[in-house]
C-alpha cells in the first residue's frame, strides 16, 4: 500500500509538475500571443503612421499641382492682358494715324478750295481791271471823238 501511496504521490506530483509545465506553457503562450499581439499592434499603429505620411504627401503633391495649374492659369491671364493692352494700344494709334490722314485731308482739300476762291477772286478781279480799262479806253476813245467832232464843228 505504502508502494501505491508512493506511486500516487509520484503521480499526483507528476501531475502536479504536468500542471506546472502545462501552466508554464499557457503563460509563455500568452506571452508570445501578448508579444505577437503588441508586435502587430506596433505594425499596424506603423501601417497607419505610414499611410497617413502617404496621404499627407499625396495631398502635398495636389496641392503642389493645382499650385502650378492655378500659376499657369495666372500667366495665361496675364499674358492674354498684356495682349489686349498691346491690341488697344494698337487700335488707338490706327485710329490717331486715320484721323491724322483725314484731318491732312481736309487741310489739303481746304487749302485747294482757298487757292481755287483766291484764284477765282484774281480772276474776277482781272476781269474787272480789264472791264475798267475797256471802259476807260471806250471814254478816252469817245473823248478823242468829241473832241474832233468839236474840232470839225470849229473848223
Excluded: F, G
Excluded at 503588441?38 to 495631398?59: G, P, T
Excluded at 484721323?99 to 478750295?113: C, N, V
Aim: hydrophobic content about 25%; glycine content about 0%; overall charge neutral.
Amino acid at each position: 500500500m505504502k508502494i501505491l501511496e508512493r506511486q500516487r504521490i509520484r503521480e499526483e506530483k507528476i501531475k502536479i509538475k504536468e500542471e506546472a509545465i502545462k501552466a508554464k506553457e499557457i503563460q509563455a503562450q500568452k506571452i508570445r500571443e501578448e508579444k505577437e499581439a503588441e508586435r502587430q499592434e506596433r505594425s499596424r499603429l506603423k501601417e497607419i503612421e505610414r499611410q497617413k505620411r502617404a496621404d499627407e504627401e499625396q495631398k502635398i503633391r495636389e496641392a503642389a499641382r493645382k499650385l502650378k495649374y492655378e500659376e499657369e492659369k495666372l500667366r495665361e491671364t496675364e499674358e492674354r492682358l498684356r495682349q489686349l493692352e498691346i491690341d488697344r494700344q494698337q487700335e488707338i494709334e490706327r485710329q490717331l494715324l486715320t484721323e491724322q490722314a483725314e484731318q491732312r485731308e481736309k487741310e489739303e482739300e481746304l487749302r485747294l478750295k482757298e487757292e481755287k476762291i483766291k484764284a477765282a477772286e484774281k480772276e474776277k478781279l482781272l476781269k474787272e481791271k480789264e472791264q475798267r480799262e475797256k471802259e476807260e479806253e471806250a471814254r478816252k476813245e469817245e473823248e478823242k471823238r468829241k473832241r474832233y467832232v468839236d474840232i470839225a464843228k470849229v473848223d
